[in-house]
């Protein structure tokens, strides 16, 4: 800037430019910190800001400016400079291993030989890589359209119960146009499940699922969002861990490693939108981790059944949505006091009147009933652990929908570190996929 008249508008223009840019909250004055405005009064000389202070200065007093203030702002600003060095690991590991030639060639990022066919992420047909990509879209779908649902007070609890019995009657209609033969319910599984009928090994997960929902009406009611967010995200350690102990296959460290980043990630994501948290109490946060320990039974049995019991996917999936339906509305009328408090939140007229008047209720409804089908879906022809590697393209997506196209929030540093170590994840992951049966196309 120069001196004169032109010095105090050029400054606050810098200042505003600088809020614009990471999205900051309108502030007073005060909002610039002690070295910016000494640098007004005598940073200059001859009207000219010194040219020492450099880009470093810059980016410096940017990031200050956007984690200045509480605890929890020191908080952000350490997964920012921890994610800045997990960045450069990541990117020296794709030069060194992807790109340079210090590997096979068929790992290679861009091999040299065209006969070398790679198989993105181990998925092997259109089949499964249409499976991906819809679970990936829905996922971000949901995520908006659940942002933008509740205006009139529609009940989750009632929500929840017409996803259930959704899924499960898509199920069924499903099975009942392929096949209609429901004797494999009755029969012994056989394998590893000896003589146990395939209705009751369906439980297992339907029930836990209908839990682990349950549950979440409890803990949300005394665990701020951030603390909520980060207990869920741990559960891909243990179904990791879980996965490797019921399917006796162990993960590399490249995977493990696009795990760990993906973790980062999520928890880099939330905790970007950090707002006031209190210190959470002993019983919800027993809850929520109960909840992580029924999502671990039941994202690894419902793997486990639609790979190795001989039914047809789609009785399975219409067996654990009706038993897990049985399970969560038992659950609801315990938290609700009684069947009449159900029957008010879910059946009464004047809670049907309120999900018509919110047409991103029922969208998000719609939306979790066919994410619930195409979940079922992935794992059966991928697995668990691709299920979460997923998780970073779902940062990927969201962050370009929210950011570019539809505007909801602006581009933080934080939330930008969040999208490069899901691409990073992806990248690793990459390297040495988990082998997947080809599915049909």
């Known amino acids: 800037g120069t001196g004169g008249g032109s010095k105090p508008r050029t400054y606050d223009t810098l200042v505003r430019s600088k809020r614009r840019y990471f999205g900051a909250s309108q502030r007073t004055l005060d909002y610039a910190t002690p070295s910016e405005q000494s640098a007004r009064t005598t940073g200059r000389e001859g009207g000219v800001w010194k040219h020492e202070a450099g880009l470093l200065q810059t980016f410096a007093q940017r990031v200050f400016e956007r984690y200045d203030t509480g605890s929890r702002s020191w908080l952000q600003l350490m997964l920012l400079i921890g994610n800045s060095f997990l960045l450069l690991a990541a990117i020296f590991w794709v030069y060194t291993y992807r790109l340079a030639g210090k590997d096979s060639e068929t790992m290679r990022l861009v091999p040299r030989s065209s006969s070398q066919q790679l198989h993105f992420l181990g998925l092997r047909s259109i089949f499964q890589a249409c499976i991906f990509c819809t679970y990936v879209v829905l996922s971000c779908l949901h995520m908006f359209l659940q942002h933008r649902s509740g205006s009139t007070g529609y009940s989750p609890a009632a929500a929840t119960v017409l996803v259930y019995f959704g899924k499960a009657v898509v199920a069924f209609a499903m099975f009942l146009r392929n096949s209609g033969d429901f004797s494999s319910l009755w029969k012994p599984a056989g394998g590893r ?38 207990i869920m995200h741990a559960r891909m350690v243990f179904i990791a861990l879980t996965w490797q102990v019921v399917f006796k296959k162990t993960l590399t460290f490249t995977q493990w490693a696009a795990l760990l980043l993906v973790f ?14 209190g210190v959470p109490a002993i019983g919800p946060l027993r809850m929520a981790f109960m909840q992580c320990l029924f999502a671990v039974i039941a994202n690894v049995a419902s793997e486990l059944l639609l790979k190795e019991l001989s039914m047809p996917t789609d009785l399975i999936n219409a067996a654990q949505y009706s038993l897990g339906l049985s399970v969560l509305l038992v659950g609801l009328c315990i938290n609700k006091g009684g069947v009449q408090a159900l029957g008010t939140d879910v059946f009464a007229p004047e809670a049907w009147r309120r999900l018509y008047g919110d047409p991103w209720m029922s969208s998000s409804i719609a939306c979790l009933v066919v994410f619930g089908i195409v979940t079922a879906y992935f794992l059966r022809e991928l697995s668990n652990v691709l299920k979460e590697i997923a998780g970073s393209g779902v940062i990927v997506l969201t962050a370009l929908i929210d950011w570019v196209f539809l505007g909801l929030s602006a581009c933080t540093p934080l939330g930008f570190e969040a999208v490069a170590l899901g691409l990073a994840a992806l990248g690793m992951y990459n390297y040495k996929p988990l082998e997947t049966k080809k599915g049909a196309d």
């Open 193 to 230: 499940f000896g003589a146990v009928p395939g209705a009751v090994l369906c439980l297992v997960p339907g029930a836990c699922l209908a839990l682990y929902d349950t549950f979440s009406f409890f803990s949300l009611q005394g665990l701020d969002p951030i603390t909520y967010q980060i």
């Open 264 to 277: 980062i990630a999520s928890i880099s994501k939330a905790v970007d939108k950090l707002g006031e948290a």
